[in-house]
C-alpha cells in the first residue's frame, strides 16, 4: 500500500527558500513516477515537477522553471522539492503524488496516490 507523507512547508518571506519532504512508503522508485502538485484556495491543482523512475530525469512547471528543483533519495524513500526565490504567488498547499507509470504526466487524474498536503505561505 503506497503512502506519502509531506513536510516542511510553512510561513517564509518573498525571496526566501524552503524545503519540502515527501516521504513514501511502499513505491517502487524503477516503476513509479512521483511528482509535486500545488493548490491555491480557489484554484485549479497545479503540477510543480516531477522525477522520473530512473531519477536521471525531473520537469518542472512552467511556473517554477529556474526556481524549484526536485531531488530523491532512494535509499531513505523520500523525494524533496527545494523551493527558492520564493514569490507570494507560490502560496498554496503542495502535494506528492505517486503515478504507476515510467511515464511523467502532468496532469492529476493520471496519479493515483497522494499526501494530505503541506502548506507553504508566502509573505510579501
Known amino acids: 500500500q503506497v503512502q506519502l507523507v509531506e513536510s516542511g512547508g510553512g510561513l517564509v518571506q518573498a525571496g526566501g527558500s524552503l524545503r519540502l519532504s515527501c516521504a513514501a512508503s511502499?513505491?517502487?522508485?524503477?516503476?513509479?513516477?512521483i511528482s509535486w502538485f500545488r493548490q491555491a484556495p480557489g484554484r485549479e491543482r497545479e503540477f510543480v515537477g516531477a522525477?522520473?523512475?530512473?531519477?536521471?530525469?525531473?520537469l518542472d512547471g512552467d511556473s517554477v522553471k529556474g526556481r524549484f528543483a526536485i531531488s530523491r533519495d532512494s535509499a531513505k524513500n523520500m523525494v524533496f522539492l527545494e523551493m527558492n526565490s520564493l514569490k507570494s504567488e507560490d502560496t498554496a498547499v503542495y502535494y506528492c503524488?505517486?503515478?504507476?507509470?515510467?511515464?511523467?504526466?502532468?496532469?492529476?487524474?493520471?496519479?493515483?496516490?497522494w499526501g494530505q498536503g503541506t502548506q507553504v505561505t508566502v509573505s510579501s
Open positions: 503524488a505517486v503515478r504507476r507509470s515510467k511515464t511523467i504526466a502532468t496532469t492529476p487524474p493520471l496519479y493515483e496516490y
Open positions: 511502499g513505491v517502487t522508485f524503477s516503476r513509479h513516477v
Open positions: 522525477i522520473s523512475w530512473s531519477g536521471g530525469n525531473t
